[in-house]
T-cell receptor, first 117, second 113 residues
Framework: DAGVIQSPRHEVTEMGQEVTLRCKPI?????LFWYRQTMMRGLELLIYFNNNVPIDDSGMPEDRFSAKMPNASFSTLKIQPSEPRDSAVYFC???????????????FGAGSRLTVL | AQSVTQLGSHVSVSEGALVLLRCNYSSSVPPYLFWYVQYPNQGLQLLLK??????LVKGINGFEAEFKKSETSFHLTKPSAHMSDAAEYFC???????????FGKGTMLLVSP
């Protein structure tokens, strides 16, 4: 398996532009998570999906952020319009349903580093 | 609500020395506990996990962690540090019944020759 695949790895854009980050989870994983990592706030959960359905989006900072999962093999995180404070590394992670021990292990992608000028 | 505290944003050791990274958690029920490692410009990789059973958990690259319920701790150790261990380490907790992980702020491990 190729693991969780994210694109682009790096994105530099200007304030006000639309940004779309993409994620392909591991085949067979039921859960997909979007995290944001910054120096100030560490790792923050933005939203997660179960079987393509958004379960909890309480971590999405504001209405400029939206996420979709049209099918089991693809998800997007969109920022429109982007602002300099959105600069961060955005991680996608996926996991299977809980195993018998209850510990569904998250597998992370390599991340998308976003810089908004 | 669950939370994780990692003591020390940076830990420096010499090559060959003991590595000890501290993690304390807050949880209303017995949790599942994890340590992840992040190398520069990479995603997080699972080092080890505690679910149930034996409280001393062994992971990859010679790391291990011990779950101490009475101290609500899950400290990460390695007997002898190697230069390649330099990375950021994250402790995480998940309560039974929840699907999400809560991460600590991370501890950067610096290894000097």
């Amino acid at each position: 398996d190729a693991g969780v695949i994210q694109s682009p790895r790096h994105e530099v854009t200007e304030m006000g532009q639309e940004v779309t980050l993409r994620c392909k989870p591991i085949s067979g994983h039921d859960y997909l998570f979007w995290y944001r990592q910054t120096m100030m706030r560490g790792l923050e959960l933005l939203i997660y999906f179960n079987n393509n359905v958004p379960i909890d989006d309480s971590g999405m900072p504001e209405d400029r952020f939206s996420a979709k999962m049209p099918n089991a093999s693809f998800s997007t995180l969109k920022i429109q319009p982007s602002e300099p404070r959105d600069s961060a590394v955005y991680f996608c992670a996926s996991s299977p349903s809980r195993d018998r021990a209850g510990a569904n292990v998250l597998t992370f992608g390599a991340g998308s580093r976003l810089t908004v000028l | 609500a669950q939370s994780v505290t990692q003591l020390g944003s940076h830990v420096s050791v010499s090559e060959g020395a003991l590595v000890l990274l501290r993690c304390n958690y807050s949880s209303s029920v017995p949790p599942y506990l994890f340590w992840y490692v992040q190398y520069p410009n990479q995603g997080l990789q699972l080092l080890l996990k505690y679910t149930t059973g034996a409280t001393l958990v062994k992971g990859i690259n010679g790391f291990e962690a011990e779950f101490k319920k009475s101290e609500t701790s899950f400290h990460l150790t390695k007997p002898s540090a190697h230069m390649s261990d330099a990375a950021e380490y994250f402790c995480a907790v998940r309560e039974s019944g929840y699907s999400t992980l809560t991460f600590g702020k991370g501890t950067m491990l610096l290894v000097s020759p």
